[in-house]
């Protein structure tokens, strides 16, 4: 019996029965990636209204989603900030009337992306897995884990950094000026910075991908680790978005290290490989083994060779009583 108008679920979130071998026409696929589409949307949006209530409200008995992104900024000093209103309380300054609601929901809507992607993450993983072998849906399991843990590290380092760096920031110019930080300026540089420590720490991950499919081999790494080295720092400087020396050397020194974990797993995959090469330890020029045939496919008995029916050649000489000496004979 069919339940209430308003329960069930609408045609175009419905899955499509697929066929029994699992393949699936174009159409099909196309609905699919529809419907995975609109369920992540969905759960987006869904996240969304959850962040912009926690921006402003307490729930679950945790701090509000404000005061846990602001956390960072209300560590500085009294001194080194600007306090409007309550001394005692502490507000980032808002200089148009509707920067307030413009940074609610660009938070809100962070927040939602952050909250919903067990959902989203989930649907893509179901879109791509059909199309996987078994050993390649467990090596994805293994890189899209191992990614969401290095994404949420970096992040976390990325929030505890801040703080310095916001000090060195508001107290560089030696007390001669006081900043006013508006509360726009102060999320973009907290996002911008969660996420260019969250996506630089898929660096080992990356390389560990390339070495696997045989583009980074592990003589590459240890002969360009210097100038590796090098640029990480260099890219450090150049992407965090505060241009202070603690975000640039938390993010340099974070990546050496990670780096250095990768090149000594690509350093025993590439010993494992080679050990277990037939060709392990040839020179260039060298053979490589022969196959080995087994007593087993030689102890049969030798098959007697079937006759060989005359050619027409030798018929027409066999008919002539002599055979040609020449091919020019034949002609």
């Known amino acids: 019996m069919a339940g209430p108008t308003w329960m069930r ?18 159409l099909e696929h196309i609905h699919e990636l529809r419907r995975r589409l609109m369920i992540g949307v969905i759960a987006i949006v869904i996240g969304t209204i959850i962040g912009v209530v926690w921006y402003q409200y307490r729930i679950f008995g945790l701090p ?4 846990l992104l602001t956390e960072p900024y209300c560590r500085l000093p009294p001194g080194a900030r600007l306090t409007l209103g ?49 050993h390649e849906r467990k090596f994805a399991r293994v890189f899209i884990g191992t990614g969401t843990v290095l994404f949420l590290a970096g992040a976390v380092l990325a929030y505890l950094v801040l703080t310095q760096a916001l000090y060195f920031l508001v107290t560089v ?17 907290l996002i911008t910075l969660l996420v260019i420590f969250g996506v630089s720490f898929e660096l080992p991950l990356l390389m560990i991908m390339l070495n696997r499919v045989g583009i980074f081999p592990y003589a590459k790494i240890k002969a360009w680790r210097r100038g590796l080295i090098f640029a990480i720092f260099v ?38 490989v080679l050990r277990e090469s037939p ?13 080995v045939v087994s007593a087993a496919e030689t102890s049969g008995p030798v098959e007697p060779s079937a006759p060989v029916a005359p050619s027409a050649l030798e018929r027409s000489s066999s008919v002539n ?9 034949v002609t």
């Open 9 to 26: 679920v609408p045609r175009w979130l419905r899955p499509r029965q697929g066929n029994p071998d699992g393949t699936m026409t174009l």
């Open 64 to 67: 509000s989603l404000g005061q």
């Open 86 to 134: 309550n001394p005692n309380q502490c507000q980032l300054v808002a200089f148009a009337p509707f920067e307030q609601l413009a940074l609610l929901i660009k938070v809100g809507v962070a927040a939602g992306v952050v909250l919903a992607s067990p959902v989203w993450l989930s649907q893509l993983w179901g879109f791509i897995t059909p199309g996987l072998h078994s």
């Open 173 to 189: 110019g030696g007390g001669i000026q006081i900043t006013a930080l508006r509360g726009e300026d102060y999320f973009s540089l």
């Open 235 to 272: 890219f450090a400087a150049v992407a965090t978005p505060g241009q202070d020396p603690f975000s640039m050397l938390a993010l340099g020194c974070s990546l050496t290290v990670l780096f250095e974990i990768a090149a000594q797993v690509c350093r025993v995959h590439d010993k494992r």
């Open 279 to 291: 060709w392990a330890g040839l020179a260039d020029d060298e053979a490589g083994p022969s196959p």
């Open 321 to 329: 009583g002599s055979a040609p000496q020449h091919w020019d004979d």
